[in-house]
């Protein structure tokens, strides 16, 4: 079986109150991107890596690549106009059938076990979401006020998504809608049920400065073990 994994950075540093996309800001000696990418390059099954950028931002990745000697393979490829658009482009560069993740590039923490494991448990099931059972109480808004949900049945997604290629590249080939928040969410809609897979509390999305705080603790953390 081939095995891809598409990291997809498009975002922006608005929210970390940076002009710096979050994929590019120094984590522990280089910049968050690159801990991403070798998670997948290090992990048990040694995926293809097809990494997924706005076209304005190739030109500084490969800067990056020279000045921090960054040498691990992998395929650029032009992102989108939204995330959808994005992987939808990803997905162009795979070959033939396989197992693809998909995979936030801002999700630096996530381990080798978990990307292996989602690689077989897509394989048995066609896909494997992993996510986390949320700690805190849950209230959902309505029009005339808030209700308490039940925690237990709340599941706080993360990526890496993965599928059979035969299933996540017919399902987007559907048109975009705004309510695919992620790639779950399209396969959802072509029909196909989602397997969930447990996820871990570690594997954070740097999305505000704290968060990159956060994982430079962690990954100090990590070192002493």
């Not at 109150?17 to 522990?28: D, I, V, Y």
């Not at 500084?60 to 994005?86: A, D, M």
Request: glycine letters at 6%; hydrophobic letters at 35%; charged letters at 25%.
């Amino acid at each position: 079986m081939n095995y891809y994994a598409i990291i997809v950075g498009g975002g922006s540093g608005s929210r970390m109150q940076q002009q710096t996309p979050k994929q590019f800001l120094e984590l522990a000696g280089k910049p968050v991107l690159m801990h991403t990418l070798e998670a997948f390059y290090s992990s048990e099954l040694k995926p293809e890596l097809i990494l997924v950028l706005n076209v304005h931002y190739h030109d500084h990745w490969e800067k990056l690549c020279k000045q921090y000697n960054f040498t691990i393979p992998h395929l650029l490829v032009k992102g989108g106009e939204q995330r959808f658009h994005s992987v939808k482009n990803g997905l162009k560069a795979v070959k033939g059938k396989a197992i693809i993740a998909i995979h936030d590039a801002v999700r630096p923490l996530v381990s080798q076990e978990l990307i292996t494991q989602s690689y077989k448990e897509a394989e048995k099931h066609g896909n494997a979401i992993c996510s986390i059972k949320s700690k805190d109480s849950v209230r959902q808004l309505k029009k005339d006020g808030t209700i308490a949900v039940d925690r237990e049945s709340i599941y706080l997604i993360q990526t890496p998504q993965t599928f059979k290629s035969e299933l996540i590249k017919k399902a987007y080939e559907q048109e975009y809608r705004i309510n695919f928040t992620d790639d779950a969410s399209v396969l959802e809609r072509n029909g196909h049920p989602i397997h969930l897979v447990e996820g871990e509390a570690q594997n954070i999305k740097i999305t505000y400065p704290e968060d990159l705080l956060l994982a430079e603790y962690l990954i100090k953390l990590r070192t002493k073990l």
